[in-house]
């Protein structure tokens, strides 16, 4: 299974690092031939929130083909803008079994027309953007992660985590889910914001 996720200048560190953890942890911890990578633009080097250097694996154009795509949130502003890297969303998002956002990244998937009339979330702080930018979008503060259809969009930064664990529960097994959270001593918190 081809994991990838989507990374830009800016993303949020926590957004793609927590996912990445999670399923790495969980193919180790379950012997599973999972690959997750980065995927970039351009591919190279990425300057993530902070100035944290990041080296993704993949470029849009040159990577396996994808079971499920993850887009990191953060500043998120400049791949609004960018046609190449909408329509290589939307491609993705047809082509892979599932569809994610962690945070922000809910609003380069509403950009790319795949969030079009569901459900949604995203960081608490961006609700009232993200309804006001995608008047389509049914748009709830009140969960850690909204599934509808092979679609996933979470809250904010640690929330990734959660539905990334959730994930792992959807594609293997709960038992899983929970293994990986421990082994990453980790309390996975249920679908509602505390």
């Known amino acids: 299974m081809n994991i990838g ?3 830009y200048d800016n993303a949020e560190v926590l957004d793609f690092s927590g996912p990445f953890e999670v399923f790495t942890t ?3 911890v379950a012997g599973l031939d999972w690959q997750v ?23 849009l154009s040159a990577h396996p083909p994808l079971d499920v795509l993850i887009v990191a949130g953060g500043v998120h502003n400049q791949e609004l803008t960018k046609p190449d890297v909408l329509a290589w969303i939307r491609q993705m998002s047809e082509q892979a079994t599932w ?18 009339g569901l459900t949604v979330t995203t960081h608490w702080e961006d609700i009232p953007a993200l309804t006001e930018h995608f008047p389509a979008l049914n748009v709830v503060s009140n969960q850690r992660w909204v599934e509808q259809g092979k679609v ?18 959807r594609l293997e097994s709960v038992s899983l889910a929970e293994r990986t959270a ?13």
């Open 99 to 116: 569809a994610t956002s962690v945070c922000t990244g809910a609003f380069i998937l509403a950009k790319a027309g795949v969030l079009d």
């Open 37 to 59: 990578s980065l995927i970039s633009e351009h591919g190279g080097l990425v300057t993530a929130r902070g100035n944290y250097l990041v080296q993704s694996h993949y470029s």
């Open 152 to 169: 996933i969009t979470s809250a904010g930064i640690s929330a990734g985590i959660d539905m990334s664990l959730h994930l792992v529960s």
């Open 26 to 28: 969980a193919a180790r």
């Open 182 to 194: 421990r082994q990453m001593e980790y309390e996975w918190q249920g679908n509602k914001q505390g």
């Open 5 to 7: 996720i989507y990374i």
